[in-house]
């Protein structure tokens, strides 16, 4: 199918899926005239990736498991794996986020009083 159609059937700009066939993630054959031809698995192909992305998969991570997908049905204990791993990287990260937000309350309490006139230094 044309550039076009992909675009239209996935709701991704033209631009959008040059760039992933850039980085590796589509890949279309070259019509006689020059014109990318993408099969029609690149639609569902697509739908992993964006939702891999909402996942909060980087493309990079998406390429690396790439793989994982063409495999189909077989591909799920490594890909709830993969899952897991982002779960746990998440969780780290709202972690020191609730620390980093507990010590900015901490300073914001702070009053001149107790000896804290710059939230920045330490008492």
Known sequence: MKIGTLSALTGLSRDSLRFYEKRGLLQARRADNGYRDYPEEAVQWLG??????QLGF??????ADMPLLAQGEEAGPALRAALAIKL????????ALRGLRAELAKRLDATPET??????RSA
């Open 48 to 53: 992993y990736v964006r939702t891999a992305q």
């Open 58 to 63: 980087t493309l990079a991570e998406i390429a």
């Open 88 to 95: 746990a990287d998440i969780d780290a990260r709202i972690a």
């Open 115 to 120: 000896g804290a006139s710059c939230p920045l």
